[in-house]
């Protein structure tokens, strides 16, 4: 029953994968829609293109085909046809039948060493995030104590705590009921104070709760920023995920320009502050933009960049004064004092910010020889999101009111925040892996299987004949079982993984090299056939359970440990050992059984 | 097949081989040091492969010409392989697209297997952790085997399990071979492979102590050793079988994984033979310490 489970969900690992192309716009705003479904359907039909599938999937559509020819005739034909509105990837869909879908049957998924790809490992700066969140906080309170009338003679920061000198008691003492009454957010206290009212010194850092709540936020927020980038690439099931407690990973199947790729994901900045011209700017200090919402409208900037994305630490929506909706954005202490210089005496000036995106255009040109091919250029597209007056000296936290309803407002505040990183990242591990490498790995692998499982097959028949036959049967169910157990909780194939399949071939006839030496003794102290099958069975159990579960400890600290592909090697270790067990016990019992069970047995050779 | 080997009889010979072999790997290790791969030591790699093959030495004199320090440019696999591996403290992440670019202007054919780039933080934690689930995991198998055994057998376990796995990191000191991520788990899959063995020798060693009435402690491991030889022999067969089928046909990326528990594979199943049993006979195992607390020896054991 069990091996037939382990045959179904190995079952989809049987179908070829099948050619097929994923299109989107490459608006990332806009969802694939009956319309594009349509107007592929045309484009190919009129193409000699024998037999595709098209389908509208979730936010795209996918087109399956039956040859890697008709794959690359349609892309070519779409691209051509749709230039730079959609984008066209090259993917490979599994086949599995509907069937087998609907019960949760999916194939193996492959990793980077595998499939070929990049895979980049970052790493989020959470000092730096602090530093920036101290230095907003500095400001802060620097505000309420002039409000209150607190005097303070000295206020600095660290880098890790602000500090701040007072002269009088009085004011120590006033500057700490101010900070107190702040001091409390949902997760706990904010700031943690180290008093020394011998000198009037009030230290403030951040609490473990506080330092966390920043952290996760920057953390989410980079995630949110990359897994738009990565959208741009155009590049089919990326993963995008944080890992620990500030890195995030990035893996992009099949692409293979790791530069390029690169680039996109690690840009830094892609806002722009800057203040609105005034008539009298020389033309040669002034730009015109259009404006993202409509292309019609433009305005004039100047060419100064007064703050850019990179300095943008947060931004969110609220209400002011009125209830209207505003988008309040907080930057670092670097962009607060490059914008306080920029406004002042430029009070009444409007200023704007621009989002800016990396685009590619297509055109069809004609080559050397005649032949009509698709050019590419990247270029930059800047647009205006915002222009608004400037109303008084701004630092590191100011607001944007006068933004249209709510709607509008929260869609400034996620473009502000698509085109900021709450903290900078770098790149702390990167592995690309070309295709040639990862089919070769597949080779390899799926060849040392098969040698080492005939090779294992054909030693165990020659040393234990009938129960050699017996014990393969349960080595070749347990490698169904593998499989299908692997393809059913989705875990990731990698070739340290084929290592730990391989080597459970190996290890995994020793449960029945334990229970037929066993057999073995039972019969040499003159027990009948039958009795020391059934002794042999239940005597190497416990020896068989000991064994294993040691194993398994080693097999899940590895786990625990390892990264990427030596979890693979991990994961296939651990099942194979609770499979091996399984059919190694229980299936080789019945296969021998079958043969030895009805008869009643004179003469038993092990 | 029987086997009647007097195994205790050099049970002392044994015991000063392991003891050599032990310390010879601890001073390689102290003095020579690992050498670590690109996982735990941090840096760039670069493997191309080239339409033709090509002097290496003129890769490296492109190399310098770059301003590049402190690489190695060495075949990988078959002539037209190369491998470029460059040390870098910086961590900077775009040396391998860099390198790429260079050769490629010299040599346009060139295709690109792969980059890796591990930064030295990561570098480093990777050791920390590698050291620290070592530890864990012997620390784990000690506690279940003294859980199932005694204390004695857990003890003898984990020593067996750390001569095992200071002897294969004293010969990759040796020779000098790639210490990385793979082999890192290949050791650890020697720990549960070797325990293994070790178990099954144990678990006979205690039955036949509870059977065997009237022979001495001797007789009785050599018994038991000579028990389970057959099946000893032929489980590490089986899975050498397996591994040299890994290690030859598998790939250079997989080579010192299959390295690892090839020689695991050889050192575990004498380390089950010897070491244990001699750890064993040291503390003076007895017929008292295998005295059954309670006749149906608890719930684990009666599972069919």
Known sequence: MVLLIGILYSLPNLYPAKPSIQATYANSALAADQNLYDRIENILDSAEIDDFNIALIDNNIAVNFNSLDDQLKGKSLLERAFLDEVIIALNLQPSTPEWLKNIGGSPLRLGLDLSGGVHFLLEVDIENAVANRLESALNEFRKKFREDRVRYVKSVNTGSAIIFNFDSNDDYGNAINIINKDNLAPSGIIYDLALDPINNEIGISFSREAIKDIRDYAVGQNLMTLRNRVNELGVSEPIVQRQGSDRIVVQLPGVQDTTAAKKIIGKTANLEFRMEATPTTSRLRKETFEFKASEFTTAELERTVVVSGDSVTNASTGFDENGFPQVNITLDMQGGRSLQKATTGNIGRRLGVLFVEQKTRSEIVKNDSGEEIIEQTQYVEKKIISLATVQAVLGTSFRITGVGNTQEASELALLLRAGALAAPMKFVEERTVGPSLGKENIQLGVRSIIIGLVAVVLFMLFYYRWFGFAANLALISNLILITGFMSLIGATLTLPGIAGIVLTVGMAVDANVLIFSRIREELGTGTSPQEAIKEGFSKAFTTIFDANITTLIAAIVLYAIGTGPVKGFAITLSIGILTSMFTAILGTRAVVNLMYGQRNLKELKV | ?304
Do not use: C
């Open chain 2, 1 to 304: 097949m029987n086997f009647k080997i007097p195994f205790m009889k050099y049970r002392k010979i044994a015991a000063i081989a392991s003891l050599i072999l032990f310390a010879v790997s601890i001073l390689s290790i102290a003095f020579r040091g690992l050498s670590l791969g690109l996982d735990f030591s941090g840096g760039t790699l670069v493997e191309l492969t080239f339409k033709e093959t090509i002097p290496l030495e003129s890769l490296r004199v492109d190399l310098s010409a770059n301003n590049y320090e402190d690489f190695q440019v060495v075949n990988f696999g078959s002539d037209t392989d190369v491998l470029i591996k460059i040390a870098d403290v910086e961590g900077n992440s775009s040396i391998g697209d860099e390198v790429f670019d260079l050769v490629q202007s010299n040599y346009p054919e060139t295709e690109l297997k792969r980059i890796e780039f591990v930064g030295p933080q990561i570098g480093s934690e990777l050791r920390d952790q590698g050291g620290f689930g070592m530890l864990v995991a012997l620390g784990m198998i000690l506690l279940y085997v003294a859980f199932r055994f005694q204390y004695k057998f857990a003890v003898g376990a984990v020593v067996a399990l750390a001569h095992d796995v200071v002897i294969i990191l004293g010969l990759f000191s040796i020779f000098t071979w790639d210490f990385d991520l793979t082999v890192l788990a290949a050791l650890l899959a020697v720990i549960g492979y070797s325990l293994n063995d070790t178990i099954v020798v144990s678990d006979r060693i205690r039955e036949n102590f509870r059977s065997q009435r009237g022979i001495n402690p001797d007789e009785v491991v050599d018994l038991s050793i000579n028990q389970m030889l057959s099946r000893t022999l032929i489980t590490s067969l089986t899975t050498l079988l397996v591994l040299f089928a890994l290690f030859i046909l598998g790939g250079e990326l997989i080579k010192g994984f299959s390295l690892a528990l090839i020689i695991g594979v050889l050192i575990g199943t004498y380390s089950s033979i010897y070491v244990v049993a001699n750890m064993l006979l040291m503390f003076g195992i007895n017929q008292e310490d295998m005295a059954i607390p309670d006749p149906d020896e608890g719930p684990l054991d009666d599972m069919p």
